[in-house]
């Protein structure tokens, strides 16, 4: 479960006492040179978190209900919670079938793995390694571990020694596993909000940052993006980032719902990249939104139940 604002929060962190990390140059930036003056209302990444797979992975009926109705909303990225069980009892022969039939017979090309500790990228690596298939491999690693609510299992400094370790990971793969975070505020500690988004831009390919309102409300996320535009300004980068909506009741799930406000998943991505076009602020020609992703698959299934199948 996200949150939208500081909380209690605690991780099972595994080995981080004794986290020591061979520490490689970060991700290729992208020149600055190369911003877009406006964003494009037509989201390029289209992704949404599944919730409950590892009850799905395994039984072909609910797989492809997942995909069709995915497929049917025009996702073409998902990201899988419950790899710690998942992984913890070596299911690889499922989560490869399942991971090669989303990426080639329903078109979802990207294929992320949501971890939240150094150990479990070390798990995803071995993983990924043992795959021969390049259809059967993650295409993305996800960083989820929320330094900022105030738990005791991870400040920033914690936070940053996985981040480093994950993205080392992504990097030395081949091909080369893309690295993202999902991020709420920079706290934890407090009065860091620059020097925070400057490692996050150093080391990620991309970026997730939550508009968890109840309905598109570009404001909630200026600064923000702020702060991300100028950490990619100050190394001649341009970050891109996803903008995370959440399809929970207490956020959009009215604004979502067929028997609520109707709006499709895309006219919410329109809405905020419209409010961006508008907005002026810092660091704002160093930011590049490239789509959205919806919290999570049971809420926004809930809201938009219908679909048109790939198979009918």
């Given at each position: 479960?996200?949150?939208?604002?500081?909380?209690?929060?605690?991780?099972?962190?595994?080995?981080?006492?004794?986290?020591?990390?061979?520490?490689?140059?970060?991700?290729?930036?992208?020149?600055?040179?190369?911003?877009?003056?406006?964003?494009?209302?037509?989201?390029?990444?289209?992704?949404?978190?599944?919730?409950?797979?590892?009850?799905?992975?395994?039984?072909?009926?609910?797989?492809?209900?997942?995909?069709?109705?995915?497929?049917?909303h025009?996702?073409?990225?998902?990201s899988?919670?419950?790899?710690?069980?998942?992984?913890?009892?070596e299911?690889?022969?499922?989560?490869?079938?399942?991971?090669?039939?989303?990426?080639l017979?329903?078109?979802?090309?990207?294929?992320?793995?949501?971890?939240?500790t150094?150990?479990?990228?070390?798990?995803?690596?071995?993983?990924?390694?043992?795959?021969?298939?390049?259809?059967?491999?993650?295409?993305?690693?996800?960083?989820?571990?929320?330094?900022?609510?105030?738990g005791?299992?991870?400040?920033?400094?914690?936070?940053?020694?996985?981040?480093?370790?994950?993205?080392?990971?992504?990097?030395?793969?081949?091909?080369?596993?893309?690295?993202?975070?999902?991020?709420?505020?920079?706290?934890?500690?407090?009065?860091?909000?620059?020097?925070?988004?400057?490692?996050?831009?150093?080391?990620?390919?991309?970026?997730?940052?939550?508009?968890?309102?109840?309905?598109?409300?570009?404001?909630?996320?200026?600064?923000?993006l702020?702060?991300?535009?100028?950490?990619a300004?100050?190394?001649?980068?341009?970050?891109?980032?996803i903008?995370?909506?959440?399809?929970?009741?207490?956020?959009?799930?009215?604004?979502?719902?067929?028997?609520?406000?109707?709006?499709?998943?895309?006219?919410?991505?329109?809405?905020?990249?419209?409010?961006f076009?508008?907005?002026?602020?810092?660091?704002?020609?160093?930011?590049?939104?490239?789509?959205?992703?919806?919290?999570?698959?049971?809420?926004?299934?809930?809201?938009?139940?219908?679909?048109i199948?790939?198979?009918?």
């Open positions: 479960m996200k949150y939208f604002s500081p909380a209690v929060f605690v991780f099972a962190l595994v080995g981080l006492a004794s986290c020591q990390l061979d520490v490689i140059e970060p991700v290729s930036p992208r020149q600055s040179a190369s911003a877009r003056v406006a964003a494009s209302a037509s989201a390029d990444y289209r992704g949404v978190y599944v919730d409950g797979f590892n009850a799905i992975l395994g039984n072909s009926s609910l797989e492809d209900s997942l995909l069709n109705w995915c497929a049917g025009n996702f073409n990225a998902i899988l919670y419950d790899l710690n069980t998942i992984m913890g009892d299911r690889y022969s499922d989560l490869a079938r399942f991971i090669q039939k989303a990426r017979t329903y078109g979802i090309g990207q294929v992320a793995a949501v971890r939240g150094s150990a479990n990228f070390t798990q995803n690596a071995g993983y990924d390694a043992s795959r021969g298939d390049l259809n059967e491999r993650f295409t993305t690693y996800n960083l989820e571990n929320e330094w900022w609510n105030n005791p299992a991870c400040d920033f400094s914690c936070y940053t020694s996985i981040l480093q370790s994950m993205s080392n990971k992504a990097r030395n793969a081949s091909p080369r596993i893309t690295s993202e975070a999902y991020i709420g505020w920079f706290l934890n500690p407090s009065g860091q909000d620059l020097q925070q988004a400057k490692t996050l831009v150093r080391w990620l390919d991309r970026i997730l940052v939550h508009d968890y309102r109840t309905y598109p409300q570009f404001g909630y996320m200026q600064s923000r702020s702060y991300l535009g100028r950490a300004q100050s190394q001649n980068r341009v970050i891109d980032v903008v995370l909506f959440s399809a929970e009741p207490e956020f959009m799930q009215d604004y979502f719902s067929v028997s609520g406000q109707n709006h499709s998943f895309d006219e919410a991505y329109a809405d905020i990249v419209n409010q076009n508008a907005a002026s602020f810092n660091g704002k020609n160093n930011v590049r939104l490239i789509g959205y992703q919806i919290f999570d698959y049971s809420f926004a299934r809930q809201a938009r139940p219908t679909y199948s790939l198979f009918q």
